[in-house]
């Protein structure tokens, strides 16, 4: 059975920094893109971040270029996505969600995403 567990949500002032973790089990996605989405209250899920496979190639959304930063740790038996979120916004308050594709190893998107994690909640205050 897959999983997707989340880690490093919770509460931060407007210009501080959390790191989130994401660590897959059940399967390998060593070939793989993994991701980064998230949710506000009322709004739809939208993309935030992805990373492919081998690590080489990263996607972000514009609001969050130049302050958010993805990567993974592809070991043997496990692998784990993060996302470093730095000048954190506000508008950076949602629930974010790890997700996974077995369809690509480039990117993951709405569409392909196979797999999502629980989710963890990100508050920024003011």
């Known amino acids: 059975q897959v999983q997707l567990v989340e880690s490093g949500g919770g509460l931060v002032q407007a210009g501080g920094s959390l790191r989130l973790s994401c660590a897959a089990s059940g399967r390998t996605f060593s070939s793989y893109a993994m991701g980064w989405f998230r949710q506000a209250p009322g709004k739809e899920r939208e993309f935030v971040a992805t990373i492919s496979g081998s690590g080489g190639l990263r996607n972000y959304?514009?609001?969050?270029?130049?302050?958010?930063?993805?990567?993974?740790?592809?070991?043997?038996?496990?692998?784990?996505?993060?996302?470093?979120?730095?000048s954190l916004k506000l508008e950076d308050t949602a629930v974010y969600y790890c997700a996974a594709t077995v369809r690509s190893s480039v990117g993951v998107t709405i569409l392909n995403t196979d797999y999502w994690g629980q989710g963890t909640q990100v508050t920024v205050s003011s």
């Open 61 to 86: 959304a514009d609001s969050v270029k130049g302050r958010f930063t993805i990567s993974r740790e592809n070991a043997k038996t496990k692998n784990t996505v993060f996302l470093q979120m730095n």
